[in-house]
């Protein structure tokens, strides 16, 4: 949980003893918070309203401003921006950065072991507070600051609010968008700059909207819903443009599936993706997080670049053939499609409740997988929770129970796994020409390792119905 216990007056570290950007890996995240917050009890809040000659803003543009001390910007404008948070992979102050390994971990790679080394003494040095350390890798469970993946750790460990500037080193970062926060990735050389300025110049990037508004049927995940959209505007669609989701649908996601749909902004070339904060976001951070925070929102009359309307209800399962995440097909489509083998898992489809999902099909096939699936949790939460919540409607079992029945491999350590390739020891990893069907976020050619693999992404509904056939496959044959 995030404290309120913020130190203040912190002298930057980076010189000391020469450690530079360029000793950290990208393995490992850096989060770094705002010390200027003032210690008070938690507020939830909403900003005062607009002044008659200001002009209706977007979300983006609102937290820009407040950011950058100006009273209203728009886009195109050029700011320094107060950064709240800076996660990093390769590290203003001792207790605010965080620091978690998750990239290449469990693997007998030299060099990999040897970056996380480096981190652990770097921050033994510098006395980081918040390092989720690994030593033992020969088990996660003897860790037990260790977390996993970084964007589903940083939103359980209390660390994403709505209307504050999270920055971070790694594409995926923008999944925090899914708070009501402007959540975008940044190059190193930026980063080492907001480590010792505490702010960095961006451009306001002007705001597509997507309303999506129907009953979200039984069959549908939000991967499908952001398959959709990445199919609609092209991996390029959105560069440099602020991706917002609004609309009765989006209402309606719990948290965890807004992160989803949040999190592959990035992949329509977003620079951020966004989901207004309403009373699910403060149900799930009030027992994470005794920091305040003011959310921002859209005026009803912002303009935005383009709106994009899409009804809900009249969808289909998708998937994104090879090699592009915006190579969209239905499901059905594709059932003549063989494969080789399922991966679940990744900060797209590693959560609590993509397992849920999976486990759901499976209790309703009551038949063994066809595949290889692979299992890999996002974090050791997630891992904890697939062997101690009871999946709905099957009298009690886990998750893991359910896998086992299914025939699936045992879950695997938490971590990112094979959805960036990694070490050819790396589980799961594809090290032979294989067709994959993946709840992850990018196909491109390697991505998961052989560079001739060919991986169709998927909700965990499709991934699990795939797994059972041994063919691309619409969960709408086991889900009705």
Not at 114 to 138: A, G
Not at 178 to 195: C, P
Request: with cysteine; glycine share 8%.
């Amino acid at each position: 949980m995030a404290s309120s216990a913020v130190a203040s007056n912190i002298t930057p570290f980076i010189n000391q003893k020469d450690v530079g950007l360029s000793a950290f890996s990208s393995q490992s995240c850096f989060l770094i918070q705002n010390s200027r917050r003032r210690i008070s009890k938690k507020i939830v809040s909403v900003m005062a309203p607009q002044q008659s000659e200001r002009k209706p803003s977007t979300t983006g543009s609102k937290i820009f401003a407040r950011a950058s001390e100006k009273p209203q910007l728009g886009p195109g404008e050029n700011v320094w921006v107060n950064v709240d948070i800076l996660m990093t992979h390769d590290v203003w102050g001792r207790e605010k950065i965080v620091i978690i390994p998750e990239h290449y971990i469990f693997t007998s790679d030299e060099r990999a072991n040897r970056n996380v080394d480096i981190l652990r003494d770097f921050c033994t040095e510098q006395n980081i507070k918040y390092f989720y350390d690994i030593k033992d890798l020969s088990n996660f469970k003897a860790n037990p600051d260790y977390k996993g993946v970084c964007h589903v750790a940083l939103a359980q460990e209390g660390h994403c609010r709505p209307g504050e500037v999270l920055l971070g080193t790694d594409s995926h970062t923008c999944t925090a968008g899914a708070f009501g926060q402007f959540a975008t990735g940044i190059g190193i050389t930026d980063a080492g700059f907001v480590l010792g300025a505490g702010k960095i110049l961006l451009k306001v990037p002007p705001t597509l909207r997507f309303v999506m508004d129907g009953e979200m049927p039984n069959y549908l995940l939000a991967k499908d819903l952001i398959l959709q959209i990445i199919g609609e505007v092209s991996v390029s669609g959105a560069t440099y443009k602020s991706m917002e989701f609004v609309g009765s649908t989006v209402e309606s996601l719990t948290m965890e599936e807004r992160m989803t749909l949040c999190n592959m902004a990035i992949e329509a070339g977003g620079k951020n993706g966004i989901v207004p904060a309403d009373s699910t976001t403060h149900k799930y951070l009030a027992d994470k997080t005794s920091l305040p925070y003011e959310p921002v929102y859209s005026d009803d009359k912002a303009r935005f670049l383009s709106e994009y309307r899409f009804d809900v209800s009249k969808l289909e399962p998708l998937v994104a053939k090879p090699h592009s995440p915006d190579n969209r097909a239905l499901a059905r489509e594709c059932k003549d499609v063989k494969i080789d083998r399922v991966y679940i898992g990744s900060c797209t489809g590693g959560k609590t409740e993509d397992f849920l999902a999976a486990a759901e099909v499976f209790l309703a096939s009551g038949k063994k997988v066809k595949v290889p699936t692979f299992l890999v949790p996002a974090t050791q939460k997630v891992w904890m929770d697939l062997y101690s919540l009871p999946v709905p409607g099957s009298g009690g079992k886990t998750c893991s129970q359910i896998f086992e029945e299914a025939g699936c491999d045992t879950p695997a350590s938490p971590s990112c796994g094979a959805c960036l390739g990694g070490p050819r020891d790396t589980y799961a990893r594809m090290n032979e020409a294989q067709v994959c069907v993946s709840t992850t976020n990018r196909n491109f050619p390697g991505r998961m390792g052989h560079k001739e693999g060919q991986i169709y992404l998927a909700s965990p509904y499709t991934a699990a119905a795939s797994a059972l056939t041994g063919f691309v496959t619409d969960p709408r044959e086991f889900l009705q």
